[in-house]
């Protein structure tokens, strides 16, 4: 925008304002660094993503950085990058060069890396739909990665074939309030769990006539639910009071293995150690700067950091180190076992 365009912005009545925002394309705004990030994925040592949204103007807008290398995660040394109309939420890798991500639209977008006709390579939208009705919060991948798992503020939760981008099933008042997280179960192709302030969490199997079963009924609001990856009966789920719960479903009716209050404040992400010699490490951040690595018995703090300035709002693990995202724009690595 030019300094003209800009001054005569500056003198427009302010009950006008609106008007000239509506009017504003997308080239028009001032550009304004992505500081919040959002999530970050990484599929192997060569391909990662990382989302952040940009929520300190009159519109939320994202970014996208794929990466090939995780040594350094600068955003100046990002591979690619590619911006959203709408701020981000979450993201999951299909394959190495695919993956989804929703938006605070309600969109879920898949993007791919092609080739242009110069023979570089960029991040091309690979198919587009939004059939939420507020903000996409969560998704999650099944096991055939063909298939895709989301939930958001409309209290909906919806199951997509990515091959088609269709929703083969929606489950329009899944809970009664905001869908907090989704996550697939491993090894399947129709079961997930799901959290919600309604203060439920649910077991879906979508091959059955009642697809949802209630595995936790709490008195507050429940905030994330992570399945441990080598250990498909057990999963952990947070709480909007700061408590970190893990339970077993392999009875008739789930067991309640451990349950503690671990922050003072609502947890936000959980995430199981991938590696199966250290299925029992648990990593764990809530609205806050820290990050905790706790073991299934919760007795133990195998690690904690406290570097991020904002809140901590994601996190990857790879090859046993953990790397975590933070509304302060930081991608720290935590080596958890030196």
Not at 118 to 147: I, M, N, P, V
């Amino acid at each position: 925008m030019s300094f003209e365009d800009q001054n005569a912005m500056a003198q427009v009545q302010p009950n006008l304002n609106a008007e000239v925002y509506r009017s504003m394309t997308p080239a028009d705004r001032p550009p304004i660094p992505d500081k919040h990030l959002q999530f970050i994925s990484i599929y192997n040592e060569n391909s990662a993503i990382l989302g952040g949204s940009n929520m300190t103007d009159r519109y939320w807008s994202g970014t996208v950085w794929y990466y090939n290398s995780i040594a350094d995660f600068d955003r100046n040394k990002a591979y690619l990058a590619t911006k959203t109309e709408s701020g981000v939420c979450d993201a999951v890798f299909l394959e190495s060069d695919k993956f989804v991500i929703g938006e605070d639209s309600g969109a879920l977008q898949v993007l791919q890396l092609t080739k242009s006709s110069d023979d570089s390579q960029e991040l091309q939208c690979a198919g587009y739909t939004c059939l939420h009705d507020d903000s996409l919060l969560s998704l999650s991948a099944f096991e055939d990665k063909c298939h895709v798992v989301s939930g958001g503020m409309d209290c909906c939760i919806k199951v997509w074939d990515i091959t088609e981008l269709m929703a083969i099933q929606s489950f329009n008042s899944a809970h009664t309030d905001i869908v907090t997280c989704v996550d697939s179960r491993p090894g399947s192709l129709n079961e997930f769990a799901s959290t919600s302030f309604d203060s439920e969490a649910l077991l879906w199997d979508t091959r059955k006539s009642k697809p949802a079963l209630s595995i936790l009924k709490k008195d507050v609001g429940l905030t994330a639910v992570n399945w441990n990856p080598s250990l498909s009966e057990l999963l952990s789920i947070g709480t909007d009071d700061g408590e970190v719960i893990i339970i077993d479903i392999r009875k008739t009716s789930p067991k309640l293995l451990q349950e503690s209050r671990v922050f003072p404040k609502p947890i936000h992400k959980l995430s199981f150690n991938p590696n199966s010699e250290r299925w029992e490490e648990l990593a764990v951040c809530c609205d806050d700067v820290t990050v905790v690595v706790l073991d299934m018995n919760f007795s133990l703090s195998v690690y904690k950091d406290d570097r991020h300035n904002d809140f901590t709002r994601d996190f990857a693990w790879f090859n046993n180190n953990l790397y975590s995202c933070s509304w302060d724009n930081e991608v720290l690595q935590h080596v958890v076992h030196p």
